[in-house]
C-alpha cells in the first residue's frame, strides 16, 4: 500500500483479505498454527495484516533499522488509523467507557470492560501494544493471531482502534468467563500457592508441551509463553478448567535466548497451494 491511502487500495485490500479469509490465498508470516489464529481474529485483523504487510515489503530499511523502530511504528498507527476511520473501525474511547456495562480491574497494559448483549455478555479491552510490543504489526502476529492459537478458550477478536489520551490502542472482543483469577484462590489460601503453580506448570506441559524455565516463562522448541502469573490465569466456574487470559506468547527463533527452531518469515501472501517461506 503506497503512503496516500484511498478507497480503492483498501477495496483491493478487502478483496485480498476475503480470498485469505475463504482459502484461496494465504498469509506467510507465522507457523501453519499461528496463521490459523489470524484467522480466528476477524475480518479486521486479516486486513491489518495486510496492510501493514504491505507497508514492511515497501519500506524494508525502516523496519530493519533499530534507530528507526519508534518511526515505523508511528507508520503503522497512521495506516491503522486511515483505515479505521474510512472503514468505520475508530472509536471514541470515552464512548466506550461510557457504554460499558462494568469496568473491570485493569493493568498498566489495557482497561477492561464487560459489555452485555441480550442474556450474554462478553469482554472489551482496550489494549496500548506499546507496553509488550514495538509495533503494531508485531503485537497483532503475537498478541492476537498466536495467542488465539495457542489459548483458544480466550480468543480475541480485532474490534478496531481508539485512543486513550496520546496512545494509539487496540480495541478487541474476548469471551466472558464465568470464573475467577488463580490470584483470588491464593489471596483466599496462601498455602495453595505450590499447589497452583504446579498445576499451571502441568496443565501448559499436557497442552502444549511447554516446560518451565522461569517462574513465568514456559518454552518449548516452537513457542515462547511470558508474563504467566497467578493474575493472568482464570479458573472456569462451570468445569474448573484452567484458562489463559493475558499471557505473552512468541515463536521461539533460533536467535531468542531459549535458540529455538521456529521462524517469523518475511510477510507475503500467496495463492494457497503455493509453498514459499522467505525466512528473516
Not at 12 to 37: F, W
Not at 65 to 79: F, N
Not at 145 to 152: K, S
Request: proline share 3%.
Amino acid at each position: 500500500m503506497s503512503n496516500t491511502t484511498n478507497s480503492n487500495e483498501y477495496e483491493r485490500i478487502r478483496r485480498t483479505a476475503e480470498d485469505i479469509i475463504e482459502g484461496r490465498k494465504r498469509i506467510i508470516r507465522l507457523d501453519e498454527r499461528g496463521e490459523q489464529g489470524r484467522l480466528l481474529a476477524g475480518k479486521a485483523t486479516v486486513e491489518s495484516s495486510c496492510i501493514l504487510g504491505e507497508c514492511k515489503r515497501t519500506n524494508p530499511s525502516l523496519f530493519r533499522d533499530s534507530k528507526q523502530k519508534y518511526g515505523a511504528s508511528l507508520k503503522e498507527e497512521q495506516l491503522l488509523t486511515d483505515y479505521a476511520k474510512l472503514k468505520g473501525r475508530w472509536f471514541d474511547y470515552t464512548k466506550i467507557k461510557k457504554d460499558a456495562g462494568d469496568q473491570l480491574p485493569s493493568g498498566a497494559e489495557a482497561d477492561v470492560f464487560v459489555y452485555s448483549k441480550g442474556d450474554s455478555k462478553f469482554i472489551v479491552k482496550v489494549v496500548n501494544y506499546r507496553k509488550m510490543s514495538f509495533f503494531p504489526s508485531q503485537f497483532i502476529d503475537d498478541r492476537i493471531a498466536l495467542y488465539n492459537a495457542l489459548f483458544p478458550k480466550s480468543l480475541y477478536k480485532l474490534l478496531g482502534f481508539t485512543k486513550k489520551g496520546n496512545d494509539f490502542c487496540f480495541v478487541l472482543r474476548q469471551p466472558y468467563i464465568k470464573g475467577h483469577e488463580l490470584l483470588k484462590e491464593y489471596e483466599e489460601h496462601p498455602e495453595t500457592s505450590d499447589r497452583l503453580f504446579e498445576e499451571i506448570k502441568d496443565f501448559l506441559n499436557k497442552t502444549l508441551n511447554l516446560k518451565q524455565k522461569y517462574l513465568k516463562t514456559y518454552i518449548n522448541d516452537e513457542y515462547i509463553i511470558e508474563d504467566v502469573h497467578l493474575g493472568n490465569v482464570m479458573r472456569d466456574d462451570d468445569t474448573g478448567d484452567l484458562v489463559f487470559i493475558d499471557v505473552v506468547p512468541s515463536l521461539n527463533t533460533p536467535v531468542d535466548e531459549y535458540q529455538g527452531t521456529n521462524y517469523y518469515r518475511e510477510f507475503d501472501i500467496v495463492d494457497n497451494e503455493q509453498s514459499k517461506c522467505n525466512i528473516i
